[in-house]
C-alpha cells in the first residue's frame, strides 16, 4: 500500500520556539494532504486541508499564523508551530490523497508527530 | 465538529470472541470508511463502504451501512489480542471534499 511519512516522531521545544514537522507521500503523488490535531484518548480534529501548489483551507478556530502549511511538491507537505506555547502541546498527524479536492477513496496516514512545548 | 458518534466508547472482549463497534452520522455521505489507530501511532485504512453499498466484508472484518438510520457497524470476528486498538469511523460528507472522524471505540482484546 501507499506510504506516507511524518518527521518528526517526537518532538521537544521550548515556549516560544517554532516547529516544522514534515509529511512526504514515499510512492505517490499526494495532490491533498490533510493536518490533524489529536488530544490524549480523543478523536482527530481536521485542522487544514492542502492542495499542491495552492493555499491551505484551515478549519473555523485554527490560527492560519499559528499553524503554517506549505504543500509546495506533489510529496511534501509541511505544518510550522509558531512561536510555540504549552497549549500546543499535542500529537499531530498527516494524511495524503492522490485525489485533488473530492475524496473518493482511502486516505494515507503517517505515524504522527508527538509535540511537547516546555 | 465531529460528525460521527459511534458506541460504546470502550469494548473489552475475550480473545476469540465478536467484537461490533456502532456509528452514526448526521449528514448524507458519498462514503463511510472505517480506520484503525494504534497507541501513539497514525491510522491505517480498513474498509470503505459507499452509499449505495448496505454490507461490505474483509477478512474478519464485516461492515454495514444503513443509510436511512444513518448508522454503520463495524463486526471484527474471532478476535485476537493484536487487534487491540482505538477504532474511528469516518465519513466523506457530500460537497465537504474531506472526512470528518468519529470518537472513536477504544478495543481492549483480553488474552
Known amino acids: 500500500g501507499a506510504v506516507v511519512s511524518q518527521h518528526p516522531s517526537w518532538v521537544i521545544c521550548k515556549s516560544g520556539t517554532s516547529v516544522k514537522i514534515e509529511c512526504r507521500s514515499l510512492d505517490f503523488q499526494a495532490t491533498t494532504m490533510f493536518w490533524y490535531r489529536q488530544f490524549p484518548k480523543q478523536s482527530l480534529m481536521l485542522m487544514a486541508t492542502s492542495n499542491e501548489g495552492s493555499k491551505a483551507t484551515y478549519e473555523q478556530g485554527v490560527e492560519k499564523d499559528k499553524f503554517l502549511i506549505n504543500h509546495a511538491s506533489l510529496t511534501l507537505s509541511t505544518l510550522t508551530v509558531t512561536s510555540a506555547h504549552p497549549e500546543d502541546s499535542s500529537f499531530y498527524i498527516c494524511?495524503?490523497?492522490?485525489?485533488?479536492?473530492?475524496?473518493?477513496?482511502?486516505?494515507?496516514f503517517g505515524e504522527g508527530s508527538r509535540l511537547t512545548v516546555l | 465538529s465531529q460528525q460521527g458518534e459511534e458506541d460504546p466508547q470502550a469494548l473489552s472482549i475475550q480473545e476469540g470472541e465478536n467484537a461490533t463497534m456502532n456509528c452514526s452520522y448526521k449528514?448524507?455521505?458519498?462514503?463511510l470508511q472505517w480506520y484503525r489507530q494504534n497507541s501513539g501511532r497514525g491510522l491505517v485504512h480498513l474498509i470503505l463502504i459507499r452509499s449505495n453499498e448496505r454490507e461490505k466484508h474483509s477478512g474478519r472484518l464485516r461492515v454495514t451501512l444503513d443509510t436511512s438510520k444513518k448508522s454503520s457497524s463495524l463486526l471484527i470476528t474471532a478476535s485476537r489480542a493484536a487487534d487491540t486498538a482505538s477504532y474511528f469511523c469516518a465519513t466523506d460528507v457530500q460537497g465537504a471534499q474531506k472526512l470528518v472522524f468519529g470518537q472513536g471505540t477504544r478495543l481492549t482484546i483480553n488474552p
Open positions: 494524511s495524503a490523497s492522490p485525489f485533488r479536492g473530492g475524496l473518493t477513496g482511502e486516505l494515507f
Open positions: 449528514t448524507s455521505i458519498n462514503n
